[in-house]
Structures are given as structure tokens and as C-alpha cells.
């Protein structure tokens, strides 16, 4: 069984109802129907890349079986996190004194987009339960995800280039990202 969760900054949703995107994202050929009437959860294995605030840029980076040794040193060194977080200063105290809704989903209607863990549902779905996570930097530390924060995400534009997988999410609110169109690696 697959733990799915959706994250919101609203504490009080009863029923998920299939919305477009709030903002259109250049989409893979053939995916473009990613940005119709949906409903959104991420497995558990992946859901650090939500345990912050919703419009809190980040980058989130974690090897993969076709990482080399050397990109595992320069970016991982000796440290044994499973995933890195970067974000902005400028974000920090949001995260820090932020809270996150996690709404945990039913599987039935979910089929997974084998892409860094996102599912999509068509259909209504009613939540199981919903928990708040108001120590975001505790709950990634717990999920073995090291926070590095840097003055700014734009010049880490270079870890798709990696061997390593990258998600970004809302580089839009990025200064001087410009269009992040898909900013996810290959899974």
C-alpha cells in the first residue's frame, strides 16, 4: 500500500476537486493535460518536497542509480542525508516560524505519473485525515533531508546538468530564474 499526501497551507479542506494548475507549466509532449482538472498527492517517499511553506522556492536533490561518484562527492560529500534541500535566505524565517497542512489521501482513485513521486486523481477524494507540521525544518531533518540555504537559487540552474535528480518547486518566485518550464530531472 502507497502512503499518499497532499499539502496546503488551508487546515479545513473536506473534499479535493479536481482543479487546473494555478499557473500553467510547460509540460513533457503529451503530458499537457498535467495542467487540466486534477487533484494532486506525492508518496511518502517523496514528500519532503513539500514540507514547506507553499510558495517557498526550493530545489531538492537526491541520487539516483545513475549518479556517478563524483557527483555524489561534490554535492553529498561524507554526509549520509538521503536528500538535500536548498532555499533562499530570504525564505528562511517563513520556514521557519511556517506551518504545512498534510492531508493524508486515499490510493483508490490515484494513478501515479512514475515522476518523482506525483500522483493525480480525476475525481473527487474525500481525505483520511489531516495532520499540521509546524517544525518544517524538524520534519525534513526527521525524513533525513539536510537544509542548505544560499542567498540565492539561481546558480544551482547547473544540478540539472547533473547526475543527480533535481525538482524544483515555484522557481517562479525565484528572482532572475526567468521561465523554470519543467524543473524536474528524469526520474
Known amino acids: ?18 482543479q487546473p494548475v494555478r499557473i500553467a507549466a510547460e ?8 495542467n487540466g482538472p486534477l ?3 506525492i508518496d511518502e517517499r517523496h514528500e519532503p518536497l513539500y514540507l514547506f511553506p507553499r510558495e517557498c522556492p526550493r530545489i531538492l536533490i537526491w541520487p539516483t542509480e545513475r549518479t ?8 553529498f560529500g561524507d554526509g549520509g542525508a538521503r536528500m538535500i534541500a536548498f532555499v533562499e535566505e530570504r525564505s ?7 506551518a504545512a497542512f498534510r492531508y493524508e ?5 490515484f494513478e501515479s505519473l512514475n515522476d518523482a513521486g506525483m500522483w493525480v486523481s480525476r475525481e473527487t477524494v474525500t481525505p483520511q485525515s489531516v495532520e499540521t ?9 526527521a525524513r533525513d533531508v539536510e537544509l542548505r540555504v544560499f542567498e540565492s537559487l ?34
Not at 556517478?68 to 554535492?75: F, G, K, S
Open 133 to 141: 507540521l509546524t517544525d518544517l525544518p524538524g520534519e525534513l531533518m
Open 27 to 34: 509540460r513533457r509532449p503529451g503530458q499537457e493535460w498535467l
Open 154 to 187: 539561481v546558480p544551482l540552474k547547473a544540478l540539472w546538468q547533473t547526475t543527480l535528480h533535481a525538482s524544483g518547486i515555484r522557481l517562479r518566485n525565484v528572482p532572475g530564474w526567468g521561465n523554470p518550464g519543467w524543473p524536474h530531472s528524469l526520474p
Open 105 to 109: 489521501m486515499p490510493e483508490a482513485s
Open 39 to 41: 487533484v494532486w498527492a
Open 92 to 98: 528562511l524565517r517563513e520556514l521557519t516560524s511556517g
Open 1 to 18: 500500500m502507497t502512503r499518499l499526501f497532499h499539502f496546503s497551507d488551508d487546515p479545513d479542506i473536506k473534499l479535493f476537486t479536481p
Open 68 to 75: 556517478t561518484a563524483e557527483d555524489r562527492e561534490r554535492w
